[in-house]
């Protein structure tokens, strides 16, 4: 009797991923309107809430049971003199004032994995500042993404410092609320991607910005660009 012959194994090919994208989009709690526009969207987001809003916990709680990471997009002082965020962290307020609004914040916010600045070019810039805003959340097992307003922040240097789970920005998608010009930010953040492994862009809670993630995520992520939460790129 003919002995059988075992059959070959054919493994499938492993998926090579060109890099990593995390893509945050801030400034949702002013309104839920945009909420549906984010059922065209099949990737991990990441949505940064502003606190003392109307829509603040509602929309935190959508974006969650959608699927998306939930972070606190927290109101720190700017150098500039824009209309600020109620009980904005200023750089004169002493520790227990800042303490205090951080936490009003984070318990304002459920779901919370992580804080980044809403504004606050003046604020990163300020080490004691930062350095109390840090220990509180490296107490909470929280991370910081710098929204990296300020290119003299301190917030890189003093979370090696502290040892606290860090992210940056690498690119602005829409701040022309044009089209072309997010399709173009986006490939800019797929190339740097490819590049350096990974990179981080920041939207925001517009129409068109969502629009243009829904027709442009899937043909990245053909081309091998895997899209992640803005936790999985912490350092």
């Not at 969207?41 to 809430?49: H, K, V």
């Not at 809403?118 to 080490?127: K, P």
């Not at 922040?153 to 606290?164: K, N, T």
Request: hydrophobic share 45%.
């Amino acid at each position: 009797m003919a002995l059988l012959r075992p059959k070959k194994v054919i493994k499938a090919p492993v998926a090579v991923i060109r890099g990593r994208i995390a893509i945050c989009l801030d400034d949702w709690g002013y309104n839920p309107n945009n909420l549906s526009l984010l059922d065209q969207i099949i990737y991990p987001l990441t949505a940064s809430i502003l606190p003392n809003l109307n829509y603040s916990r509602a929309v935190a709680e959508a974006l969650h049971r959608r699927g998306f990471e939930i972070i606190l997009h927290l109101p720190l002082e700017p150098h500039e003199e824009f209309r600020m965020e109620k009980n904005t962290i200023l750089i004169s307020m002493d520790e227990a004032r800042i303490k205090d609004i951080l936490s009003q914040d984070l318990a304002a916010i459920p779901y919370v994995r992580g804080v980044s600045n809403h504004m606050g070019s003046l604020a990163t810039e300020d080490t004691r500042t930062m350095e109390i805003i840090f220990k509180e959340l490296k107490k909470r097992g929280l991370y910081f993404l710098d929204s990296f307003v300020a290119r003299k922040s301190v917030c890189s240097f003093l979370a090696r410092q502290m040892h606290l789970n860090f992210a940056r920005r690498d690119v602005f998608l829409d701040n022309i609320q044009d089209r072309e010009y997010i399709k173009t930010q986006i490939y800019k953040l797929k190339n740097r991607a490819g590049l350096y492994g990974q990179a981080i862009g920041i939207g925001h809670d517009r129409r068109i910005t969502l629009e243009v993630l829904a027709e442009v995520m899937p043909q990245l992520a053909k081309e091998g660009y895997k899209f992640v939460f803005v936790s999985e790129l912490t350092k």
